[in-house]
């Protein structure tokens, strides 16, 4: 099978968005540029870890770099829903992240998970072998404005526990650090 690359050097769009009530979402990565629209499924703790690292590589740029300008805090989030149709292409097993110096922009690699040992690409790797891939290149601004808008959605599902930091759903659950008890939210 032939492998795809969704490659968007100029997005229009592109946000972490899911689809469903919480404690049933599913996370999407959502690319746009013009009508052409790649959105890829993957796990809340890899949103979660995206907007981290994102983050922690704006940082990194910031302090080597003199002459990027990147801002400390994201100018504007982009809250709006999911673009639709929302179709699939492959669920994320692996990502990528770089900065490009020449250009000044984050690169993001979303790689499909793949049943064979292949390995992960490089970033920028184009070889016909390799699972399908989604990138992206963002501007400082713009990725700062990605990385909060993740972190709203991974918060936007139920409250963890006190105890145990697992998910409360609206009916409590049972919680190990109450050695089995049913704790109430």
Known sequence: MTRQVFDYRTPDRFVAGTVGMPGERTFFLQARQGSAITSVALEKTQVAALAERVDQLL??????????????????????????????????????????EANLRVVIEAHAVSEEEAEIPDIGDDDDAGPDTLRVWL???????????????????????????????????????????????
Not at 74 to 88: F, G, K, N, Q
């Open 59 to 100: 940082d990194e740029a910031t302090e080597r770099s003199a002459d990027a300008v990147i801002p400390e805090a994201a100018p504007a989030t982009d809250s709006e829903a999911l673009d639709v149709p929302i179709v699939e292409e492959f669920r994320v097993g692996a990502m990528a992240l770089g900065w490009d």
């Open 139 to 185: 501007d400082a601004a713009y990725a700062r404005g990605f990385a909060e808008r993740a972190r709203q959605v991974v918060s936007a599902g139920r409250p963890p526990c006190p105890f145990c930091s697992q998910p409360l759903d609206p009916s409590g659950h049972i919680c190990p650090r109450a050695n089995g008890y049913r704790r109430r939210s």
